[in-house]
């Protein structure tokens, strides 16, 4: 009877627009907003004349040697005096089970410690590993470049990975300028690009579309993909976006690639290898580098959408998949999974877009060693890291999985795979196995041709 009283007291007439409703009607808004306990402690010591003392630490816990630093600590406390006092076994057992909380705090403590000094160690070993590669580097391989590229020496120091100093000088001169393109000729063929980025603004009708013919509006069409494409390169990195460092820098390169090479045109995952040239090399040299690394056979096949030669090299492909992972070309099999749903992806950006950016430049450096072969071989490699997975996944999630490998992928454990790829079937390597397909390929076109006419 007491709780809801008859009689309430006077309120002040309540804001018609006021928030808010209770239960049983609706109340004005507070006037004042939630106190401070700090507040209502000093208004109630000059209403009272009281002042509140905090009582001695030694008063509010008895017993105990500490202060609890956190909830854990606890269970070591005395329990209120209108409680039952703990028994001898009870605080016992509380302090062994706090006292096991502590230990395993420390050594999660010391665990991370060490943890955390090791990947020191690591990193400054890995900074003293490139320091000492740098100068070998510059010093000795480099002036002698013809003499020693191919020893074993070498070989193993560039299986290492290149220091990022002489990335863009080694990467040049593996790759190489069978084109002889100076950079003088890129300025030429950049040129040309901007002037048609211009008169393609300019005009716009309909009617000069279709007076320029069929190959102007390729062309056109080109650019157009290139502005899009630029703005879907290294998308986290933001360098190669509107308004960053790199994004005309980009452009130009891949431009001037559009004019110079009018056969094989811009194509989607070409942004991918330019930007990456661009971040080791000058424009100039970039562009160089890019227009020659497009020119060897594998991209040349792979960018000018050549049916016949992709099928040969996923053909060459499945037969080292068959022999080095035998259980998964099985696995892939049963789903009628083949290289081209992956494998196409992965060779158009030179897996720059699959893999971290780091990684991938680790994966150019030996590219660049062995040429196209070492496509091939790392994506072998990536089975084989991944293989225990894939087998237990069906079709739809194997695809999803290889599309968008998983980002803590690590060089250490990739390349130990791919070291364990042997490019080797029948005693024949990638480059005997790939041109015995292309014989067999041009003797079933012989069988097949039709018969001369009399």
């Given at each position: 009877?007491?709780?809801?009283?008859?009689?309430?007291?006077?309120?002040?007439?309540?804001?018609?627009?006021?928030?808010?409703?209770?239960?049983?009607?609706?109340?004005?808004?507070?006037?004042?907003?939630?106190?401070?306990?700090?507040?209502?402690?000093?208004?109630?010591?000059?209403?009272?004349?009281?002042?509140?003392?905090?009582?001695?630490?030694?008063?509010?816990?008895?017993?105990?040697?500490?202060?609890?630093?956190?909830?854990?600590?606890?269970?070591?406390?005395?329990?209120?005096?209108?409680?039952?006092?703990?028994?001898?076994?009870?605080?016992?057992?509380?302090?062994?089970?706090?006292?096991?909380?502590?230990?395993?705090?420390?050594?999660?403590?010391?665990?991370?410690?060490?943890?955390?000094?090791?990947?020191?160690?690591?990193?400054?070993?890995?900074?003293?590993?490139?320091?000492?590669?740098?100068?070998?580097?510059?010093?000795?391989?480099?002036?002698?470049?013809?003499?020693?590229?191919?020893?074993?020496?070498?070989?193993?120091?560039?299986?290492?990975?290149?220091?990022?100093?002489?990335?863009?000088?080694?990467?040049?001169?593996?790759?190489?300028?069978?084109?002889?393109?100076?950079?003088?000729?890129?300025?030429?063929?950049?040129?040309?690009?901007?002037?048609?980025?211009?008169?393609?603004?300019?005009?716009?009708?309909?009617?000069?579309?279709?007076?320029?013919?069929?190959?102007?509006?390729?062309?056109?069409?080109?650019?157009?993909?290139?502005?899009?494409?630029?703005?879907?390169?290294?998308?986290?990195?933001?360098?190669?976006?509107?308004?960053?460092?790199?994004?005309?820098?980009?452009?130009?390169?891949?431009?001037?690639?559009?004019?110079?090479?009018?056969?094989?045109?811009?194509?989607?995952?070409?942004?991918?290898?330019?930007?990456?040239?661009?971040?080791?090399?000058?424009?100039?040299?970039?562009?160089?580098?890019?227009?020659?690394?497009?020119?060897?056979?594998?991209?040349?096949?792979?960018?000018?959408?050549?049916?016949?030669?992709?099928?040969?090299?996923?053909?060459?492909?499945e037969v080292f998949f068959e022999e080095n992972l035998p259980k998964l070309f099985l696995h892939f099999k049963s789903y009628s999974l083949t290289p081209d749903i992956y494998l196409i992806d992965w060779i158009f950006t030179l897996y720059s877009k699959s893999l971290p950016l780091?990684?991938?430049?680790?994966?150019?450096?030996?590219?660049?060693?062995?040429?196209?072969?070492?496509?091939?071989?790392?994506?072998?490699?990536?089975?084989?890291?991944?293989?225990?997975?894939?087998?237990?996944?069906?079709?739809?999630?194997?695809?999803?999985?290889?599309?968008?490998?998983?980002?803590?992928?690590?060089?250490?454990?990739?390349?130990?795979?791919?070291?364990?790829?042997?490019?080797?079937?029948?005693?024949?390597?990638?480059?005997?196995?790939?041109?015995?397909?292309?014989?067999?390929?041009?003797?079933?076109?012989?069988?097949?041709?039709?018969?001369?006419?009399?």
């Open positions: 009877r007491n709780f809801f009283t008859k009689r309430t007291k006077e309120l002040k007439p309540a804001v018609q627009s006021a928030p808010g409703w209770k239960l049983f009607g609706k109340v004005p808004p507070r006037e004042n907003l939630p106190k401070d306990s700090k507040i209502i402690q000093q208004e109630y010591e000059a209403r009272t004349g009281r002042m509140y003392k905090t009582p001695a630490p030694s008063a509010r816990r008895k017993n105990i040697e500490f202060e609890p630093l956190s909830t854990t600590a606890l269970i070591l406390e005395d329990r209120p005096a209108n409680l039952p006092a703990k028994s001898v076994e009870e605080a016992l057992r509380h302090r062994q089970e706090y006292d096991e909380m502590v230990a395993e705090a420390k050594k999660r403590e010391i665990k991370e410690a060490h943890k955390r000094k090791k990947i020191m160690r690591e990193r400054f070993k890995q900074e003293e590993n490139i320091a000492s590669a740098m100068v070998i580097w510059v010093n000795e391989i480099l002036p002698n470049w013809e003499g020693m590229r191919a020893t074993r020496r070498v070989r193993e120091l560039w299986w290492q990975g290149l220091p990022p100093s002489v990335r863009g000088k080694v990467w040049s001169l593996a790759v190489g300028n069978e084109l002889n393109i100076t950079p003088e000729l890129y300025e030429i063929f950049l040129s040309r690009a901007k002037e048609r980025w211009k008169s393609f603004s300019e005009t716009s009708s309909e009617n000069d579309t279709e007076d320029a013919g069929a190959s102007v509006a390729d062309r056109e069409a080109s650019l157009e993909l290139i502005k899009l494409d630029i703005s879907r390169t290294f998308p986290s990195l933001y360098i190669f976006q509107k308004g960053g460092p790199y994004h005309d820098l980009l452009h130009s390169v891949l431009g001037a690639y559009t004019c110079y090479r009018p056969d094989v045109g811009y194509v989607q995952g070409m942004s991918f290898i330019a930007a990456v040239l661009i971040l080791n090399l000058e424009e100039a040299d970039a562009f160089i580098a890019f227009a020659n690394l497009l020119n060897k056979p594998c991209q040349l096949a792979f960018f000018r959408v050549d049916h016949s030669m992709m099928l040969k090299y996923f053909a060459a492909f780091d990684l991938a430049c680790r994966v150019w450096d030996v590219f660049c060693r062995d040429g196209e072969e070492f496509l091939f071989r790392t994506g072998l490699g990536i089975l084989r890291l991944y293989e225990d997975i894939l087998l237990q996944m069906d079709f739809i999630h194997i695809a999803q999985f290889l599309t968008k490998l998983p980002e803590d992928i690590t060089s250490e454990k990739l390349f130990s795979c791919i070291a364990a790829i042997q490019m080797q079937n029948s005693n024949k390597k990638w480059a005997q196995v790939f041109a015995s397909l292309m014989k067999d390929n041009k003797e079933g076109d012989k069988n097949h041709s039709p018969a001369p006419k009399n």
